[in-house]
């Protein structure tokens, strides 16, 4: 090795000790942005940076109203093996004519906003100007429905997933997977062939199941569905078997290489991403879209609960010894936000914070005793309607008016997604256990109720005068005071 490597390499160490002295310096607030797919995280996100980067008007987000931000930027992110969030895309598709929503997230992205700031006052005002990192990363929300197989043994999920398969009757994709399985002995010795055909028919019913439904499909692993980096590996060659049951099965032999697949998946996989992820938040903001919920009909809502409160145990320390040992930090401030707020005319956002406090009673309850700072408002990140009020008859109706998306459609009008439209929606039961009682049929009142999609707003990227226009939103100064207003303060 010749000295001047040995001495570049010194150098390089010094540098990047100098970059971690600097960034240990400057406080690190991770924000956890979760939410089921479609709940709205990616369009947050980029709301949230463009509000701070580019100024937005934000009334209550006390740092930035009072004009102590002087400035906010995008840094490299801290892990070098993840992509950067892709704000410009994200941003040049609401610039688009006409503007487009962000795709569905298919891959893990990060990034870290560094925000500059004067303190409000006191000591800390006269140490200076202050600096903090703001670390996010954005995920597939398919992938928090693993979480909850942390908990599961082989043949509890097993159990599971041949039940629900079994749940209605399946002619299609459900019943080859079922067949395949009914000819397979789980003793026989291990075939890689047997693996990968029960996989791809497994992976084929649960697409399909999802597609039918997927407000009332709980299952994972959802990697199957949305593989990311894994496809085709062996992490993702697993099935359940219906003769699981609590048997072990001999060494060598399909039934024990598809558990130990599941409990490689498990480790891999799931519990990586969880503790890279989640595991080291200060604050954490929980999207859910019960609008969509509502849409759906039926007993969606409950679903919905199911499923939130099973994620969210997740995150609950001491859970088990596992999860405890890396849960050792603890989010002290965990805000509830109903998204989409802009369907719903202002008149309803108290009812949907109702639902909401419904939706998600057990977590709030768990992490209020465990001593974090809770609260929940009903959102929109990207107001994409505005208000008016409609008259029929003596009536006045507290409408809403955008542009549908394509497709969407009320009553028997289908929308083409250019022409505008006054829209109402329905009204939310005072009483959100109206909408979520158990057994509640199609809720009354729940089909009067109708939420259509609606076109982003047009954003200007760079506007004539060179600052760009703020973004509309509801309430999403709210959220910012509350997730990052006391470490601006
Ligand atoms: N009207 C309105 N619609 C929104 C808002 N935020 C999200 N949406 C809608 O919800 C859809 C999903 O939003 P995303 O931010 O992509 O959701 P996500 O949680 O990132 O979803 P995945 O990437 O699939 O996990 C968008 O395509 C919009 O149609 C909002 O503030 N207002
Ligand atoms: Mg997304």
């Known amino acids: 090795m010749r000295l001047s490597s040995l001495t570049e390499g010194a150098a390089d160490a010094l540098r990047s000790a100098g970059a971690f002295l600097s960034a240990m310096r400057t406080p690190i607030v991770r924000l956890g942005v979760t939410g089921l797919a479609r709940s709205g995280k990616t369009v947050f996100i980029t709301a949230l940076v463009r509000s701070l980067i580019a100024g937005g008007r934000l009334p209550f987000f006390a740092a930035l109203a009072e004009g102590r931000i002087t400035r906010a930027y ?31 997230t298919r ?27 703001v670390d996010i990363v954005d995920y597939p929300g398919e992938w928090l429905i693993d979480l909850p197989l942390l908990g599961q043994t082989f043949a509890d999920w097993s159990r599971q997933a041949v039940a629900e398969a079994r749940q209605r009757d399946f002619v299609g994709p459900a019943a080859a997977w079922l067949s395949f399985m009914a000819g397979l002995d789980p003793s026989a010795p291990a075939n890689e062939q047997h693996a990968l055909t029960g996989a791809d028919l497994f992976t084929r019913y649960l697409t399909a199941r999802h597609a039918e439904d997927a407000f009332r499909f709980a299952s994972g692993p959802r990697r199957f569905r949305m593989p990311g980096d894994l496809e085709g590996s062996p992490l993702l060659t697993f099935f359940p078997l219906p003769s699981a049951g609590d048997d072990v099965h001999p060494r060598a032999s399909l ?52 499923t939130m409160q099973a994620i969210l145990l997740c995150f609950r320390p001491g859970a088990n010894t596992w999860l405890s040992s890396i849960l050792a930090r ?38 209020a005793t465990a001593g974090a700072e809770v ?30 998306l394509p497709g969407e459609r009320v009553g028997r009008k289908v929308f083409d997604g250019r022409a505008e439209a006054a829209v109402f929606p329905g009204d939310l039961p005072v009483d959100p256990q109206r909408l979520i009682a158990l057994s509640a049929p199609q809720s ?32 999403l100064d709210r959220a910012l005071e509350f997730l990052l207003g006391d470490r601006l303060a």
């Open 444 to 475: 009354e009142g729940s089909e009067e109720m109708r939420f259509v999609a609606f076109r982003p707003p047009r954003i200007a990227l760079d506007a004539p005068s060179g600052a760009a226009p703020p973004l509309p939103h509801v309430r």
């Open 375 to 404: 609260k929940v408002i009903a959102l929109a990140a990207l107001r994409a309607t505005r208000e008016a009020e409609l008259r029929r008859g003596r009536e006045r109706l507290p409408c809403i008016v955008g542009v549908p």
């Open 330 to 367: 603890r989010v002290d401030r965990l805000l509830f936000a109903a998204t989409k707020a802009d369907h719903l005319h202002h008149v309803n956002h108290d009812r949907l914070e109702g639902i909401l406090r419904v939706l998600a009673e057990r977590a709030i309850g768990r992490a």
């Open 255 to 306: 039934g024990a290489m598809l558990a130990r697949r599941f409990e490689s998946y498990k480790s891999r996989v799931v519990a990586p991403f969880f503790r890279d992820h989640f595991a080291r938040l200060d604050r954490q903001i929980v999207l859910i879209d019960a609008l969509a919920a509502i849409n759906a009909g039926g007993d969606a809502l409950q679903s919905l609960q199911q």
């Open 107 to 133: 891959r893990l992205s990060q990034l870290r906003l560094t925000i500059e700031y004067a303190s409000a006052g006191g000591l800390r005002r006269r140490l200076g100007p202050g600096k903090i990192h």
């Open 74 to 104: 995008l840094e490299p992110q801290p892990d070098d093996t993840l992509p950067r969030f892709a704000y410009e895309e994200h941003l040049c598709a609401l610039a688009a004519d006409p503007p487009q929503w962000p795709e569905s």
